[in-house]
């Protein structure tokens, strides 16, 4: 689950991080009034607030909106009113939102800072240490991809180990790998200490801080953050999910999201329904060596229901992009006769007007079968996988003559 980044900065606060004073804003007159609360001499930062990176050097789609991007450096009040005037409501275009873009809906108000220098920090579960892992780079307000890319030596890795957590040699560590000299290395260690103790406690999967800035004072100061939290560990924090912006989301994956369906939207055009997060990965790999491409990541589970199954089928069949539809189940709790009834359910409901090739396997196959056969549905059935996608891209490109 994400969230903006003046939420973020709200849980970091509550862990004792020392962040910037600001506050969101939903129309520019709330925006005025934050600014006057920041005291009137200035400078403020207004920051488009939207589930995508890259706002700094993003572009509105209104023309009217200006092209200053997202990020936008105000000297006085009335700056701040009239810059969040021009991005609230309008279309922001970044290099992690897609062609579509994001409506801005709400804008940060932040209290400006001198600023020396600009750096990058994250953390987040490395997979393959199976640890905690700090990323730091003395490349920041850039993309970290880039600079792995370019100039890998700029960024400090550093695992931490959770018998022992996060320890003095590990923040200083990264302070001198960040080139801090002096208080700005027990600014840089305290900060890290405290990042530590909220990503724990918060249960995150990612907490990203680009840019993190050293002030002329000396200050180390996160002036951006991006936390991302483990859905499993949700249930332990109330007070997180309450934050959870929909309007961020799509709306389609919202609606499986109530359903337990572990649904993602794709560009493609071969829906698919599988049963297990492995099997749906190679299923859209399959897809794609024979030629299409597929339109969503859609895992229904080990324990569905048949009314989750029809859910399931009516959400691949909202998408105007499914030309065809791969159901593949390997069932072993799941029963292939829950899943061929919940098809049968569905198609029937929504008259189903695309080619449907369905390959079962496992737990009461030979009913699921049966079910399907005995429908009256023009369903294609598949021996196996490979059988399966070869006979729904032939399908789609048939239908497409």
Request: hydrophobic residues 40%.
């Amino acid at each position: 689950m994400n969230i903006h980044e003046y939420q973020a900065k709200q849980i970091l606060k509550k862990y004792g991080v020392p962040v910037l004073d600001g506050g969101v804003a939903f129309t520019p007159a709330e925006a005025e009034q934050v600014a006057h609360r920041l005291g009137g001499a200035g400078p403020y930062v207004v920051k488009a607030q939207i589930h995508a990176g890259g706002r700094g050097k993003g572009k509105f789609k209104e023309s009217e909106a200006g092209d200053k991007g997202g990020v936008r450096v105000c000297k006085s009040v009335s700056d701040v009113k009239e810059n969040a005037g021009q991005m609230l409501g309008k279309t922001l275009v970044t290099i992690q939102s897609g062609a579509a873009g994001k409506v801005v809906k709400r804008v940060y108000v932040e209290a400006g800072c001198k600023i020396v220098r600009e750096l990058y920090l994250s953390m987040l579960v490395d997979r393959g240490s199976s640890r905690v892992t700090i990323m730091a780079s003395t490349e920041g307000g850039v993309n970290i991809e880039d600079v792995a890319h370019k100039t890998p030596e700029k960024i400090v890795l550093l695992p931490i180990d959770p018998a022992t957590g996060l320890q003095g040699f590990h923040t200083r560590k990264i302070a001198y790998g960040l080139g801090l000299q002096g208080n700005q290395v027990k600014s840089c260690a305290k900060l890290l200490s405290t990042l530590y103790e909220a990503f724990n406690k918060s249960d995150c999967s990612m907490l990203e801080i680009n840019p993190l800035v050293v002030t002329e004072a000396g200050d180390v100061l996160p002036l951006d953050a991006k936390m991302n939290f483990d859905s499993n560990a949700l249930y332990r924090h109330p007070d997180i999910v309450e934050l959870r912006d929909l309007d961020e989301e799509d709306p389609t994956e919202v609606e499986a999201s109530k359903a337990d369906l572990n649904y993602v939207k794709l560009d493609g055009s071969i829906g698919c329904m599988v049963n297990g997060a492995g099997l749906a990965m190679a299923t859209m790999d399959i897809i794609k060596l024979y030629g299409s491409e597929p339109a969503n990541f859609l895992d229904v589970g080990g324990g569905a229901t048949k009314e989750r199954v029809t859910t399931a089928f009516k959400i691949i069949l909202s998408d105007p992009n499914v030309k065809g539809i791969l159901v593949n189940i390997f069932g072993g709790i799941m029963r292939c006769d829950v899943i061929a009834e919940g098809v049968v359910a569905a198609a029937k409901t929504m008259s189903l007007k695309v080619p449907l090739v369905v390959r079962l396997e496992g737990t009461n196959v030979e009913l699921g079968k049966k079910i399907m056969k005995e429908s009256g549905l023009a369903i294609i059935p598949a021996d196996n996988l490979a059988d399966a996608a070869e006979k729904v891209v032939k399908a789609v490109k048939g239908a497409g003559k």
